[in-house]
Structure formats: structure tokens, C-alpha cells
């Protein structure tokens, strides 16, 4: 079965900070992987993906994330911060022909 | 771009009251889901449709949950009784057959009050 674990519950950072969000999975065959956002008030969007190539993603908004298949992680990374940052951020995996499982979130809160 | 739409977008019930959401998914996608999201926690999938088939319903329950796509587009979904643990963010989301299958596209969801 798969699963998805998020390192950080809550995250606080001060605009222009760097931020890493950790996410491993647990599934051992070919995975797509995906962060989700979701803004306060706003529905679930997604930030980035990864289905296949080059193992560094970019997505919207300045994101990027790292598929490490040998440490089973899709760490998202935004090298400085915004306020409108602030948001919940979901890792979520897709096995072949698996239906999609997220993570429990990390909530990030950037001061201005 | 569209959009999945829910309606209503906050439902207030009491315990043992039946409620109902519904979802219409974006055009042409084919495959729907309905999630639970629990505050705090991420969302956990309830049923799948694929058209007006149900796909996946392993972690329904079925005792007091019912969901239902007659017609392949638009879809319902029924708690009945309601019980206090059923208060959550009810989300919907479509995917399509091609282009950006491997996309889920969410709607704002319902947020559930069981009083």
C-alpha cells in the first residue's frame, strides 16, 4: 500500500528565508508525485509534478522539488519566501494504477 | 479555465440528520472523486467513478455513506445518519481520460458542521 509522510507539521519562516519541505513515500514501484498547495479560504492547486526525466521540477510561483528515488522523497524547495506563501502544502503519490494518497500537510506561516 | 464546482459550500446539520453534496466536475473528465479532508490532516479518498461506474468505494462508509453518478457527469454525495465525527471538508475532484490525466483538479469543497 502506499503512503506519504510530511517531515514538518508547522513551518514559521521570515520573508526572504529559504524553505524545504520534506515529503517521503513509501511504494516500490513507478510513482508519479505531486505537490499540492492550498491557499487560506482557497481550494486545493497544484504547485508541481513529477512523472518521469529529469529528477528536478519546477513548478509555479518559484517552487521546484527533488525526486530522490533512492531515498523515496519529493522535497519541495523555494529559495526565499513570500508572504503570500503563507498556505497548507500537500505531497500526495501516485503508484501505477493507484489511486492518488496525500500527505497529512505542512502548514507554512511566512511573517512579513 | 474551468472549474469543479460544490454546492453548498457549508452545510450545518444535527446528529442523525441526512445531508447531501453535490459536484459537477469539469467537462469531458471522465474519472471523479469524492475525498474527506479531516482539519489538519490531508485528504483521504471516499469513492472513485470512472464515467458512471463505481471504480473504488474501499474506504466508503457504506452503512451511512452513499454516492451516486447517474449520468457520468455530475455527482452526489449522502451521509445519512450524520454522526459527529463526519465533521470535515468534503472535496471533489476530476480528472480527464487524456492531455492531463495524470491531474487531479479540485473544486472548493463543502465544509460539514454535524452539531
Known amino acids: 500500500a502506499q503512503s506519504v509522510s510530511q517531515h514538518n507539521h508547522h513551518v514559521i519562516l521570515s520573508e526572504a528565508a529559504s524553505l524545504e519541505l520534506g515529503c517521503n513515500y513509501s511504494?516500490?514501484?513507478?510513482?508519479?508525485l505531486f505537490w499540492y498547495v492550498q491557499y487560506p479560504g482557497q481550494h486545493l492547486q497544484l504547485l508541481l509534478k513529477?512523472?518521469?526525466?529529469?529528477?528536478l521540477v519546477k513548478g509555479i510561483k518559484g517552487f521546484e522539488a527533488e525526486f530522490i528515488k533512492s531515498k523515496f522523497s519529493f522535497n519541495l524547495r523555494k529559495p526565499s519566501v513570500q508572504w503570500s506563501d503563507t498556505a497548507e502544502y500537500f505531497c500526495?503519490?501516485?503508484?501505477?494504477?493507484?489511486?492518488?494518497?496525500f500527505g497529512p500537510g505542512t502548514r507554512l506561516s511566512v511573517l512579513p | 479555465e474551468a472549474e469543479v464546482a460544490q454546492s453548498p459550500r457549508y452545510k450545518i446539520t444535527e446528529k442523525s440528520q441526512a445531508v447531501a453534496f453535490w459536484c459537477d466536475p469539469i467537462?469531458?473528465?471522465?474519472?471523479l472523486y469524492w475525498y474527506r479532508q479531516i482539519l489538519g490532516q490531508g485528504p483521504e479518498l471516499l469513492v472513485q467513478?470512472?464515467?458512471?461506474?463505481?471504480?473504488?468505494d474501499s474506504q466508503l462508509p457504506k452503512d451511512r455513506f452513499s454516492a451516486e453518478r447517474l449520468k457520468g457527469v455530475d455527482s452526489t454525495l449522502k451521509i445519512q445518519p450524520a454522526e459527529l465525527g463526519d465533521s470535515a471538508m468534503y472535496l471533489c475532484?476530476?480528472?480527464?481520460?487524456?492531455?492531463?490525466?495524470?491531474?487531479?483538479?479540485f473544486g472548493p469543497g463543502t465544509r460539514l458542521t454535524v452539531l
Open positions: 475532484a476530476s480528472r480527464p481520460v487524456s492531455g492531463r490525466a495524470n491531474e487531479q483538479f
Open positions: 467537462s469531458g473528465h471522465a474519472t
Open positions: 513529477y512523472f518521469s526525466g529529469d529528477p
Open positions: 511504494y516500490g514501484g513507478t510513482v508519479n
Open positions: 467513478f470512472q464515467d458512471e461506474s463505481v471504480v473504488d
Open positions: 500526495a503519490v501516485r503508484g501505477y494504477g493507484q489511486n492518488f494518497v
